[in-house]
Nanobody, 121 residues
Framework: VQLQASGGGLVQAGGSLRLSCTAS????????VGWFRQAPGKEREFVAS??????ATSYADNVQGRFTITRDNVKVYLQMNSLKPEDTAVYYC?????????????????WGQGTQVTVSS
């Protein structure tokens, strides 16, 4: 399975971006999916996750209320509003081995290649 993340770019603080994640060769309709990010010099961190049905979501405290994760059978989206310079990072989508959860790195089966998000002040 290859995951393709897209939608990153350069935006001013306070702006919005919408990231998308798709899978080649098979769908992830039965799996939880998470978004993670890694800023330069920092460890990869959890951002948001969604279960296989799209009914349960989870967010990191520092994005709660600004980011929204949604999905359909083909794609998983991360709507990012009120962006801050500290949101600058490479964002990765990741498919869990399980149908629920998606925020545990140890349960990730597949990682996407990442998309750069840069927020200027």
């Amino acid at each position: 399975v290859q995951l393709q993340a897209s939608g990153g770019g350069l935006v001013q603080a306070g702006g919005s971006l919408r990231l998308s994640c798709t899978a080649s060769k098979r769908t992830f309709s039965n799996n939880a999916v998470g978004w993670f990010r890694q800023a330069p010099g920092k460890e990869r961190e959890f951002v948001a996750s969604i279960d296989w049905r799209g009914s349960a979501t989870s967010y990191a405290d520092n994005v709660q209320g600004r980011f929204t994760i949604t999905r359909d059978n083909v794609k998983v989206y991360l709507q990012m509003n009120s962006l801050k310079p500290e949101d600058t990072a490479v964002y990765y989508c990741a498919v869990s081995r399980f149908s629920y959860g998606g925020r545990e790195v140890g349960n990730i089966a597949y990682w996407g290649q990442g998309t750069q998000v840069t927020v200027s002040s």
